[in-house]
């Protein structure tokens, strides 16, 4: 069984790693349709070794196609997933716009794959935002075994989570700080070559900015909304890869050389774990690959049972693009798409 798969949003970072994720995994694939905004009608993009051309997302017939896979923005989303997934292919939306609709699932196939049996209620199931689909894949044995009770996350988040946009800002700062002096900032409020940046997204009526936010609203919604979780998002100046110190406190027993255990048997996950110099990972490493990585685990005795965590992906891949494809694939398992 093979399947018509249509890629919307397929020039932008996620939408070509969708097309690259699509191909490397071998998903069975009849027909791949690349759609795009008018602005980019016959841009080439590549699936394998195929080129395959853009076509304009509003006058395409998306009966003729049985998944579609969505990397566009929350407003564009809100207007058209609805819509395709009437028009009768199941859609998998990398946006914000559904992750909290209580007739989507919202899915890391590590987590919470039986959600994936509802989708069928609006035709959508969501993506997680990058931070928390690494968080709660590393979160998720954890809670099995021991319960979590609060979770303190710190995050540093590279600038490709903010689009091509955001690596095309900080190359050019990097290039030209010591020699023009620092590009002004377009994409981002404040500098970000050679600086950190202790704001995502936008600002809430608490302080808290919706980055932050979703990282709680989706890890409730996924894993146990009796987790406090409490975090503060910052952009750092790496190009690729999503990093995260992260401190647990559970209500039953489990230390840091349990967790390890656990965790290296846990799907979707690697633990490296020594102390030398290659004895834990860090962004750069990640880049490019499937797993989320888990270092630096240690006790926290500052609680009764507590731990640290530093916990690293690839933001393009699990945190976005690989994520949506690994969906594709349990939908495939289960025979929920419907040609
Ligand atoms: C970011 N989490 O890193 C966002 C992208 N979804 O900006």
Known sequence: MSYRVA??????????????????????????????????????VSFGEQIVRCEDIEQFDFSKVDLVLMSVSGSFSKEWSPK????????????????????????????????VEWADRKNIIANP????????????PLHERARIKRVVVSTYQSVSG?????????????????????????????????????????????????????MWNETHKMIDPDIKLTVTCVRVPVMVGHSEAVNIEFHEPLDADE????????????????????GYITPKEAQGEFPVFVSRIRNDPTVEHGINLWVVADNLRKGAALNAVQIAQLLHERDLIKR
Not at 172 to 200: E, H, M, R, S, Y
Not at 259 to 278: C, F, M, W, Y
């Open 129 to 140: 935002n990058c931070s928390t689909a690494q968080l709660v894949v590393a979160l998720k």
């Open 84 to 115: 395709i997934g009437a028009a009768g292919p199941i859609v998998i939306d990398n946006s914000s716009a559904f992750r909290m609709d209580p007739d989507v699932p919202l899915v890391v196939p590590e987590v919470n794959p039986d959600d």
């Open 7 to 44: 890629v919307v949003g397929a020039t932008g970072n996620v939408g070509r790693e969708m097309l690259n994720i699509l191909e490397e995994v071998e998903f069975p694939i009849s027909k791949i349709h690349a759609l795009a905004s008018r602005k980019s009608i016959g841009v080439e």
């Open 162 to 214: 903010a689009g091509k946009e955001g690596m095309d800002e900080l190359f050019d700062q990097t290039k030209n700080v010591f020699v023009l002096g620092a590009t002004p900032p377009k994409k981002f409020p404040k500098q970000i070559a050679f600086n950190v940046i202790p704001f995502i997204g936008s600002f809430n009526d608490d302080g808290y900015t919706d980055e932050e936010a979703k």
């Open 259 to 278: 967790a390890r255990d656990l965790l290296r048997e846990s799907p979707g996950l690697i633990v490296i774990d020594q102390r030398n110099d290659k």
